[in-house]
């Protein structure tokens, strides 16, 4: 829509003229440079003289007017309590607003590129590994972020309070778009605030239904997860990438998403008390200002106590990119009750986040980004606060004062001495824990055991390594969780074949145990231990047989099924007289010898060998179809010849079936005993049914009329007694079409097969008597003879008397 409505155009602009020249300081400087052109011309003394004074007046005026919007300014900032706006103003007034973005060259690798797409993916590479690779740099004195967010261990939370999402209102959305400043940056997705904030009451619906279901679904949008990057210069040599700052730009629409989310969140969290009361940063009604006003009164507090105050300012070297999501989603869930669809949601709102880097207006390729909280997103800040929230719990001696990452703790005493020992006693609690072990490797992977060996953490904290903690999960499902002597291996023995396992590994001292390093490995294929699952035999006809199963139940595949055999015997538990390899859950078999009883069972295979095969499953293919007899077609008959078994059998049903446009009913197998119904049933239902016409128990009855009224035996139930209302083989409809199939019992167990259907017979549109012809009187017909043969009363009366006599 913005791209056909509002495309964008590249324009030249010209220089804002200086706001406080108004436009009578204009028209006198026209006049003044009128004067200095006729002077210089005509050197005439007037028009110098005129030139002179109208050039201090202006001077004058520029002075004034200048002095007087400046003035403005500030008594603007100062009604409006815009702190960005006074620091903009000040840095203007200072100088120091002038800036040029343009980076001409930039050394890496000892060797310095010029070229914009080459220093555009070199920053984007600094920037996104910066933070991973920082945490990795780990050496015995140094304090990291993981260090310093684990603190105390305890639970935060109640273990009965979690947070859950309420559904975002549409007000709310409509009301942060209405809210948007203009003047913020479009992101990658091109939509720029001013379009959002004019189409509020059109974008709001749409938008409110996509964050709902976001949060409802737990997945994060992944366009709103990509960010550019603009890097900016701060100081130091200007050829090094470390002393560029990176500015994040996010699509505004996500943020509007982030917004909501942040209400509800730092609601619940501020409800119940969860953050640290030490904390200053992005948080309503704390500032920079309330952190100072707090660290200067304790000082001023310890100074009229007679008192001597120590204070230690630590920095967090790119405290926002360095964290590690595991550890954060961890604190989360223990230690904020947030967990289920929330936890998911958060997961996929810090994971799989891309950005780009723009140099000079070139820009580079997409990267992903490991570690860290979004930079520029209002999430972003909360979930550092979140990460470090438990902090001030690990100190005994001191007290802490935060904003965001910058901490101070600090303490009073008399004496010097006790003063820097609690300094040093709270600095090494918060590096308290070792660090994550190193080199986390598995080898010697087998389908049934593996061997874990790793090398000890940079820092063992503030006492002697002493042991490990192991904890393997397999499926989401703790496995194994064991502690070891300082020993840096392990082997793990009764894993199941081909399955995914998560180890982890942490360091201990007498403190405890310290951050986790996880990697994870699957297990060697085995051959299966089970067989395929619901093996089913069809019979599709009398040649084929039809046979459909699942895989073996996942605990016994053992790998990846790469096959799967199938066998037919001629008895059960025979060797195979044939044998089909497939890749697919079902088999057609073909080229089958008509009325015969096969077995069959299949086996699944992996890459390593066969599993056991299943239980055989005997099915008898369908006998061959009756056939329609070439003149045996009536008004109300139709004449077939039977397929008389050559085996030896109890009995057998011949079933009939109303045929639309003379086409096959679903396979005479897909239906079961109970299906079969009465003529009665079937004449009385709207849709065809199949009704059984006879039971036949000779071998010698291979000529069947279906609608005669006969052939009705006395192995009839109950309910299928003839009558002479209610008979099997009772008459056709005229113009009809009929199929018919054998159902053939072989013994008394129930056990049968059935033939193919036959073709379809077609029954005459009109009923033929032969009489002689002095039967006849004019027109009409002796009705006691259709009576008589309980046909249907005659309709569209024909006489044919082309044949004499008759």
Same mark, same amino acid.
């Given at each position: 829509?913005?791209?056909?409505?509002?495309?964008?155009?590249?324009?030249?602009?010209?220089?804002?003229?200086?706001?406080?020249?108004?436009?009578?300081?204009?028209?006198?400087?026209?006049?003044?440079?009128?004067?200095?052109?006729?002077?210089?011309?005509?050197?005439?003394?007037?028009?110098?003289?005129?030139?002179?004074?109208?050039?201090?007046?202006?001077?004058?005026?520029?002075?004034? $007017?200048?002095?007087?919007?400046?003035?403005?300014?500030?008594?603007?900032?100062?009604?409006?309590?815009?702190?960005?706006?006074?620091?903009?103003?000040?840095?203007?007034?200072?100088?120091?607003?002038?800036?040029?973005?343009?980076?001409?060259?930039?050394?890496?690798?000892?060797?310095?590129?010029?070229?914009?797409?080459?220093?555009?993916?070199?920053?984007?590479?600094?920037?996104?590994?910066?933070?991973?690779?920082?945490?990795?740099?780990?050496?015995?004195?140094?304090?990291?972020?993981?260090?310093?967010?684990?603190?105390?261990?305890?639970?935060?939370?109640?273990?009965? +309070?979690?947070?859950?999402?309420?559904?975002?209102?549409?007000?709310?959305?409509?009301?942060?778009?209405?809210?948007?400043?203009?003047?913020?940056?479009?992101?990658?997705?091109?939509?720029?605030?001013?379009?959002?904030?004019?189409?509020?009451?059109?974008?709001?619906?749409?938008?409110?239904?996509?964050?709902?279901?976001?949060?409802? #679904?737990?997945?994060?949008?992944? /366009?709103?997860?990509?960010?550019?990057?603009?890097?900016?210069?701060?100081?130091?040599?200007?050829?090094?990438?470390?002393?560029?700052?990176?500015?994040?730009?996010?699509?505004?629409?996500?943020?509007?998403?982030?917004?909501?989310?942040?209400?509800? =969140?730092?609601?619940?969290?501020?409800?119940?008390?969860?953050?640290?009361?030490?904390?200053?940063?992005?948080?309503?009604?704390?500032?920079?200002?309330?952190?100072?006003?707090?660290?200067?009164?304790?000082?001023?507090?310890?100074?009229?106590?007679?008192? +001597?105050?120590?204070?230690?300012?630590?920095?967090?070297?790119?405290?926002?990119?360095?964290?590690?999501?595991?550890?954060?989603?961890?604190?989360?869930?223990?230690?904020?009750?947030?967990?289920?669809?929330?936890?998911?949601?958060?997961?996929?709102?810090?994971?799989?986040?891309?950005?780009?880097?723009?140099?000079?207006?070139?820009?580079?390729?997409?990267?992903?980004?490991?570690?860290?909280?979004?930079?520029?997103? =209002?999430?972003?800040?909360?979930?550092?606060?979140?990460?470090?929230?438990?902090?001030?719990?690990?100190?005994?001696?001191?007290?802490?004062?935060?904003?965001?990452?910058?901490?101070?703790?600090?303490?009073?005493?008399?004496?010097?001495?006790?003063?820097?020992?609690?300094?040093?006693?709270?600095?090494?609690?918060?590096?308290?824990?070792?660090?994550?072990?190193?080199?986390?490797?598995?080898?010697? =992977?087998?389908?049934?055991?593996?061997?874990?060996?790793?090398?000890?953490?940079? !820092?063992?904290?503030?006492?002697?390594?002493?042991?490990?903690?192991?904890?393997?999960?397999?499926?989401?499902?703790?496995?194994?969780?064991?502690?070891?002597?300082?020993?840096?291996?392990?082997?793990?023995?009764?894993?199941?074949?081909?399955?995914?396992?998560?180890?982890?590994?942490?360091?201990?001292?007498? !403190?405890?145990?310290? /951050?986790?390093?996880?990697?994870?490995?699957?297990?060697?294929?085995?051959?299966? /231990?089970?067989?395929?699952?619901?093996?089913?035999?069809?019979?599709?006809?009398?040649? *084929?047989?039809?046979?459909?199963?699942?895989?073996?139940?996942?605990?016994?595949?053992?790998?990846?099924?790469?096959?799967?055999?199938?066998?037919?015997?001629?008895?059960?538990?025979?060797?195979?007289?044939?044998?089909?390899?497939?890749?697919?859950?079902?088999?057609?078999?073909?080229?089958?010898?008509?009325?015969?009883?096969?077995?069959?069972?299949?086996?699944?295979?992996?890459?390593?060998?066969?599993?056991?095969? *299943?239980?055989?499953?005997?099915?008898?293919?369908?006998?061959?179809?009756? /056939?329609?007899?070439?003149?045996?077609?009536?008004?109300?008959?139709?004449?077939?010849?039977?397929?008389?078994?050559?085996?030896?059998?109890?009995?057998?049903?011949?079933?009939?079936?109303?045929?639309?446009?003379?086409?096959?009913?679903?396979?005479?197998?897909?239906?079961?005993?109970?299906?079969?119904?009465?003529?009665?049933?079937?004449?009385?239902?709207?849709?065809? #049914?199949?009704?059984?016409?006879?039971?036949?128990?000779?071998?010698?009855? !291979?000529?069947?009329? +279906?609608?005669?009224?006969?052939?009705?035996?006395?192995?009839?139930?109950?309910?299928?007694?003839?009558?002479?209302?209610?008979?099997?083989?009772?008459?056709?409809?005229?113009?009809?079409?009929?199929?018919?199939?054998?159902?053939?019992?072989?013994?008394?167990?129930?056990?049968?097969?059935?033939?193919?259907?036959?073709?379809?017979? #077609?029954?005459?549109?009109?009923?033929?008597?032969?009489?002689? $012809?002095?039967?006849?009187?004019?027109?009409?017909?002796?009705?006691?003879?259709?009576?008589?043969?309980?046909?249907?009363?005659?309709?569209?009366?024909?006489?044919?008397?082309?044949?004499?006599?008759?």
């Amino acid at each position: 829509v913005l791209d056909r409505h509002a495309p964008l155009r590249r324009m030249r602009t010209r220089g804002n003229s200086l706001p406080w020249i108004s436009s009578d300081i204009k028209g006198i400087m026209r006049s003044r440079d009128f004067h200095k052109i006729k002077a210089v011309r005509h050197n005439s003394q007037s028009h110098w003289t005129k030139y002179k004074e109208l050039r201090n007046k202006v001077n004058a005026e520029l002075i004034k $007017a200048k002095r007087n919007y400046f003035c403005n300014k500030i008594e603007d900032c100062a009604q409006s309590k815009d702190i960005k706006q006074s620091w903009n103003l000040i840095n203007h007034l200072m100088g120091k607003n002038v800036k040029s973005n343009t980076i001409s060259q930039l050394k890496t690798d000892n060797s310095v590129i010029s070229d914009d797409k080459l220093k555009s993916e070199a920053f984007n590479d600094f920037f996104v590994n910066i933070g991973a690779k920082l945490a990795a740099e780990i050496e015995d004195n140094s304090l990291n972020t993981n260090s310093f967010a684990r603190g105390d261990s305890r639970p935060t939370t109640d273990s009965n +309070l979690f947070f859950k999402f309420s559904e975002i209102n549409e007000d709310e959305v409509i009301y942060q778009l209405r809210s948007l400043k203009i003047s913020k940056s479009t992101g990658l997705d091109n939509i720029p605030a001013k379009a959002l904030k004019i189409s509020a009451d059109i974008v709001g619906p749409p938008l409110t239904w996509i964050f709902n279901l976001s949060i409802k #679904k737990g997945e994060y949008v992944d /366009e709103w997860k990509k960010a550019w990057v603009t890097p900016i210069y701060k100081s130091d040599d200007r050829l090094k990438c470390e002393n560029y700052r990176p500015i994040s730009i996010l699509p505004i629409v996500s943020k509007i998403l982030e917004r909501c989310v942040f209400n509800q =969140i730092y609601k619940f969290l501020n409800d119940n008390s969860l953050l640290s009361k030490h904390q200053h940063g992005f948080r309503p009604k704390h500032s920079t200002l309330t952190a100072l006003t707090q660290v200067c009164d304790t000082l001023y507090e310890n100074m009229d106590n007679g008192q +001597l105050s120590g204070i230690v300012f630590l920095d967090i070297r790119k405290a926002f990119d360095s964290i590690d999501h595991n550890i954060l989603l961890h604190k989360l869930k223990d230690q904020f009750g947030i967990s289920d669809i929330e936890l998911r949601w958060f997961e996929s709102y810090l994971n799989n986040r891309e950005q780009v880097c723009i140099v000079n207006n070139s820009m580079s390729s997409s990267k992903r980004i490991v570690s860290g909280v979004p930079q520029g997103s =209002i999430l972003g800040p909360l979930l550092f606060l979140l990460y470090i929230n438990n902090l001030p719990e690990c100190l005994q001696k001191t007290t802490p004062y935060l904003y965001a990452d910058d901490t101070q703790i600090c303490c009073s005493s008399n004496s010097l001495i006790e003063l820097t020992e609690n300094l040093n006693h709270d600095l090494s609690r918060i590096a308290l824990f070792p660090d994550k072990p190193t080199n986390l490797t598995v080898t010697n =992977i087998k389908s049934r055991s593996a061997e874990i060996s790793w090398l000890d953490p940079y !820092n063992a904290g503030d006492k002697v390594l002493s042991r490990f903690l192991i904890k393997m999960k397999k499926e989401n499902s703790l496995f194994l969780n064991t502690t070891t002597n300082k020993v840096n291996k392990y082997k793990s023995d009764n894993l199941t074949p081909f399955t995914k396992y998560e180890i982890s590994v942490a360091a201990g001292n007498q !403190n405890g145990f310290g /951050e986790k390093t996880i990697t994870s490995f699957v297990t060697s294929e085995e051959a299966p /231990e089970g067989p395929p699952l619901n093996v089913t035999v069809t019979t599709e006809s009398s040649s *084929s047989l039809s046979v459909t199963w699942e895989p073996p139940e996942k605990v016994k595949r053992n790998g990846i099924i790469a096959s799967y055999t199938v066998c037919i015997s001629h008895e059960e538990s025979k060797p195979c007289f044939r044998e089909h390899t497939t890749k697919k859950k079902m088999i057609v078999i073909d080229n089958l010898i008509d009325s015969t009883k096969y077995y069959v069972r299949v086996l699944a295979s992996t890459n390593v060998g066969p599993g056991p095969y *299943s239980e055989s499953k005997g099915k008898f293919t369908n006998g061959k179809p009756p /056939e329609v007899s070439t003149n045996g077609t009536k008004y109300t008959l139709s004449t077939f010849s039977l397929q008389i078994p050559s085996r030896n059998f109890t009995y057998f049903y011949v079933v009939a079936l109303k045929s639309k446009d003379g086409k096959q009913g679903q396979s005479p197998e897909s239906y079961g005993n109970n299906d079969l119904v009465t003529y009665a049933e079937a004449r009385t239902s709207t849709d065809p #049914k199949p009704y059984i016409a006879a039971i036949v128990t000779s071998k010698d009855e !291979n000529i069947f009329i +279906l609608g005669d009224g006969r052939n009705t035996s006395y192995r009839t139930s109950r309910r299928r007694r003839s009558t002479l209302s209610d008979y099997y083989n009772g008459p056709l409809e005229p113009g009809t079409s009929y199929i018919i199939f054998q159902r053939i019992f072989i013994n008394d167990k129930g056990d049968y097969y059935s033939t193919d259907w036959s073709s379809a017979s #077609k029954t005459s549109e009109y009923a033929v008597f032969k009489c002689p $012809a002095q039967h006849l009187h004019g027109s009409l017909v002796p009705y006691n003879i259709v009576q008589r043969l309980g046909l249907p009363e005659p309709e569209d009366l024909k006489i044919d008397t082309k044949d004499s006599g008759v």
